[in-house]
């Protein structure tokens, strides 16, 4: 089975941008749908974007309009854009399909001044 593995977290602070890379060990045209997720201390874990294999893409409302997801087809990347960053974005972001699989390390995104 593809393998995905997200990066690109750190810290920023409130209203910059950061770029999440999630990469796949195969082809990620065998991926139906590939979402990012996140989960902040002591709640739970949402999905913030998702886009299919023909390029359908979906957002969490809260961060529609701030946050793009993308696919790179020749790398098997997808990758999620977050620009006018805020602090309740903080969190542990997961690249996965969707409906998700095992879970992976994630990627800490931490907004602060």
């Known amino acids: 089975q593809v393998q995905l593995v997200e990066s690109g977290g750190g810290l920023v602070q409130p209203g910059g941008s950061l770029r999440l890379s999630c990469a796949a060990s195969?082809?990620?045209?065998?991926?139906?749908?590939v979402g990012w997720y996140r989960q902040a201390p002591g709640k739970e874990r949402e999905l913030v974007a998702s886009?299919?294999?023909?390029?359908?893409?979906n957002y969490l409302d809260s961060v529609r309009g701030r946050f793009t997801i993308s696919r790179d087809i020749t790398k098997n990347t997808v990758y999620l854009q977050m620009d006018s960053l805020k602090p309740e974005d903080t969190a542990v972001y997961y690249c996965?399909?969707?409906?998700?699989?095992?879970w992976g390390q994630g990627t800490q995104v931490t907004v602060s001044s």
């Open positions: 996965n399909r969707v409906p998700p699989t095992s």
């Open positions: 195969g082809s990620i045209f065998t991926i139906n749908a």
């Open positions: 886009i299919t294999r023909g390029l359908a893409k």
